[in-house]
């Protein structure tokens, strides 16, 4: 985060029935919440749903955990080379499901007693701008705030085909009373990648199907091929190319997908993932004049300032990067700005990410394709190798990781890589990439001997 050189708003507005109301109570939301009030304001935080947002309610967190749940379906397998006896063990889904869904509601009782906890009012009902400093709750009643912050999120998208609402999206999927049969997985994103794998895993029938060309546009092609290929090798149908033009139920309560001249797939289950776009509908903001995007995106400043001086936004509602970490740090960033006389923004080079797809993959900094433009001195480091684990195991599948230096001054400026743990391994190695370290000093570190991440000081 780089310092700011205007001064800080004032904290405090006596004129209003609160220094800051914050409309939405997710990651970000939360975040600028808790932090506005640490630095003495009178904050109010609108939630028309449950507290903690797309993140902890209905994303990563219950995503991840499906991700956990699925991965035993190969670990049970791979358990009989390494000596187990697991003859007759089952799946049940609605454990799972049921399971997942109570540390849901144990982490949205955290998240509200945070807020309580900082002495922010929670209002569990919708609320819409009314004015530069009004907001009107669902009830009618009509409250001032010296500052609003939009923290809305994003929703998914659904396509505008006959048929479209037959689908569901990544909102309902974690309640399903049961797993179909076969599920047609619409998407080329992080998202439908990820529920290609939980539900590959969980022994439903899985077609992944994508208007384009590509999956995972924004990551290393690569690695992308490389996850593609280990994704079909486990059973998933990848078809690339397949223009979603409707959707009608059968007779026998089925689905049959129209991909025109690319065919037809009937299927069970059909889960939109085709991305997600700001969640400012209705919200009232373009009455009052905010600038939104053409995708609906509160526009916003370095600092989280809309046109408005009094209204502010963060998270994915800006579609700036739709991570929560981000939203994180910009509501953080927001509340210390506003309130907190530390006025600063955030810097979005070098952003971690990852798919948690089966294996996962993860990366930081520019692609191969995009760091050739940007460094003419470009070279690419690879270890292409098989996990000790799935060695044994008789698991064909290979690891790949990536190491981008910058010839001209030897700086590492990307890592991208697939295989078991990526995540967890590329998170330490950011840190790296970000403090702008060289591939000597990569070299010149002792690998941690046996370890999949020691390839990252091995590449030679």
Partial sequence: MANAVCSPHIAVMTDFDYDLFVI????????????????????????????????????????????????????????????????????????LRDNVAEEVDRLEGLYGQTLGNAKVEVIRERATVAGTNTVRLASGHEVTAGHILIATGAWPGIPDIPGGELGI????????????????????????????????ELGVEVTLATRGNKVLRSYDQEIVGKLLDISRHKGIDVRLNFPFCGITRQVDGSLLVDGGDAGQIETDLVLWAIGRVPNTMGLGLENVGVKLDMDGAVIVDEYNRSNLPSIHAVGDVTNRVQLTP???????????????????????AAIPTAVFSNPPIAGIGPTEDEARVLFPALQVFRSDFRAMKNVLAG????????????????????????????????????????????????????????SMAEELVLMR
């Fill in 24 to 95: 939405g109570a997710g990651s970000g939301g939360v975040r600028a919440s808790r932090i506005a009030a640490s630095h003495g304001a009178r904050v109010a935080v609108a939630e028309e749903f449950r507290v903690g947002g797309t993140c902890v309610i209905r994303g990563c967190v219950p995503k991840k955990l499906l991700v956990y749940g699925s991965h035993f379906a190969e670990d049970l397998a791979d358990a009989r080379r390494f000596g187990w006896d697991t003859s007759g063990a089952t799946f049940d889904w609605a454990v």
């Fill in 326 to 348: 981000v939203a994180i740090r910009e509501g953080h960033a927001f509340a210390d700005t506003v309130f907190g006389g530390k006025p600063r923004t955030i810097d979005y």
């Fill in 395 to 450: 698991r064909p599948e290979r690891a790949l990781y990536k190491m981008l230096v910058d010839g001209a001054t030897d700086r590492v400026v990307g890592l991208h890589m697939i295989g078991p743990d990526s995540a967890e391994i590329l998170q330490a190695a950011a840190i790296a990439v970000k403090a702008g370290l060289t591939k000597t000093q990569f070299d010149d570190t002792v690998a941690l001997h046996p």
């Fill in 169 to 200: 999206t990544s909102n309902e999927v974690f309640g399903l009373p049961a797993l179909p049969r076969r599920a047609v997985i619409a998407g080329a994103g992080y998202i439908a990648n990820e529920f290609a794998g939980i539900f590959n």
